[in-house]
């Protein structure tokens, strides 16, 4: 019996919207109607830099800038229409990235560690998963935005998911995502792959600003990238 082959990576955590959700504007649609139901003339290219980090400091950021009268009740009302606005397009409209469950399969048959991380809180993170039936049997452990001090750039959502599958060492960690913050958290953290998909919101050319040591076209592509450049000789 054949042997399976071995890599230097024992946990990959996954981004959701853009790398393993497909990107079909739903956070920003969300982000749209809340301001323009509350009166926040906020725009799309100021809500660009703030992908991939928890959405409550965006709404409260956004505020800060365009509504001085502002209020915490304000915070509140825009957030609830947010999520509201989110969770009824996730129902109607979720679906994985292409090739993103194979991915799943492939790692799971060679016993990588599966984790997702998002800036989305824990009832949008819990959705998502529910909604596209990603189980305990699917991801190994999910880590969001309000479960930690800080979200990305920091590194704790991927410090938390090596804690959860006792994964100990960040160099067999390869951290995977769609935009700079993604790549910012896996740098801060030691991560041995920093990988930008462009499945997402950014391109090639922003994303490559950042510290990375690949970028690849979708998290279909994984596999492949990881037998070339991740397998043990």
């Known amino acids: 019996m054949t042997s399976v082959q071995k890599y230097t ?9 853009g790398t393993t959700l497909e990107d079909k504007n739903m956070i920003e649609n969300a982000f749209s109607k ?23 400091p965006i709404i409260e950021e956004m ?36 090739g993103a469950e194979g991915t ?6 060679r016993g990588i560690k599966i984790g997702i991380t998002t800036g989305l809180d824990s009832p949008t993170k819990n959705l998502v998963l529910e909604t596209l039936g990603w189980g305990p049997d699917v991801i190994d452990v999910a880590v969001c935005s309000d479960e930690v001090p800080a979200s990305r750039p920091a ?13 100990q060492e960040a160099t067999r960690v390869m951290a995977v ?20 998909v462009l499945s997402g919101s950014h391109d090639a050319v922003s994303l ?11 998290v279909a592509d ?3 990238l990881m037998d070339n450049e991740f397998a043990c000789p």
């Open 177 to 196: 995502g769609d935009t700079p913050r993604d790549l910012q958290a896996g740098a801060r953290a030691g991560c041995g792959g920093i990988v930008g």
């Open 9 to 17: 990576i024992e946990l990959v955590t996954f981004d959701i919207a």
């Open 34 to 56: 809340a301001f323009e139901t509350h009166s926040i003339p906020a725009t799309y290219q100021e809500l660009v830099p703030f992908r991939g980090s928890a959405k409550r």
């Open 104 to 109: 799943f399969d492939w790692l799971r048959e």
């Open 63 to 98: 505020i800060r800038r365009h509504r001085p009268d502002g209020t915490p009740e304000l915070v509140e009302a825009t957030m609830a229409t947010f999520q509201e606005c989110l969770f009824a397009a996730i129902r109607a409209d979720a679906k994985p990235v292409p």
């Open 155 to 167: 590194p704790w959502m991927i410090f938390r998911a090596m804690e959860a599958v006792d994964v």
């Open 208 to 218: 490559g600003r950042y510290r990375h040591t690949h970028i690849i076209p979708s």
């Open 222 to 224: 994984l596999p492949v």
